[in-house]
């Protein structure tokens, strides 16, 4: 198997929400990065403090996984699996320009945090999160 010399818009996704560090710091920044990656309708996004921890949460577990470190961070792996547990996505028929899964939530910001999961959903499956290690 040989390095994709590009990664997948997924994995790009991913790497970006990965290396969001300081910019994810309050819910301005959520709504900034669900919007700058079209993970959201335009419009007035209402984001609560609650929106925001599960998007730092979501965002600390894959981090925990990517980073290569003899020992993960069970704790922060475990809270963004609880985050990925509570969102509900489902299997299109045929794949499109979002890939094979969909969120199939009604809050936009559980829409978008669902199409961040499809994403790592979609890396993992095709074994490209090992190129994203950090």
Known sequence: MTTPT???????LIADFVST???LTDRADLARFLRGHR?????????????????????DGIRAVL???PEPDHEAMARGQKVLDGLRVTVRLRPTGEG???????????????RVAGAWASVLATGE??????
């Open 129 to 134: 999160w090992r190129h994203l290690r950090r």
């Open 6 to 12: 590009k990664h997948s818009q997924a994995a790009e």
């Open 21 to 23: 560090d300081g910019r």
């Open 100 to 114: 094979l899964l969909a969120p199939a939530v009604v809050d936009e910001v559980r829409r978008g945090l669902a």
């Open 39 to 59: 993970l959201v309708a335009e419009g007035a996004i209402p984001i609560t403090l609650a929106d925001l921890d599960e998007a730092i949460a979501l965002r």
């Open 67 to 69: 980073e290569d470190r």
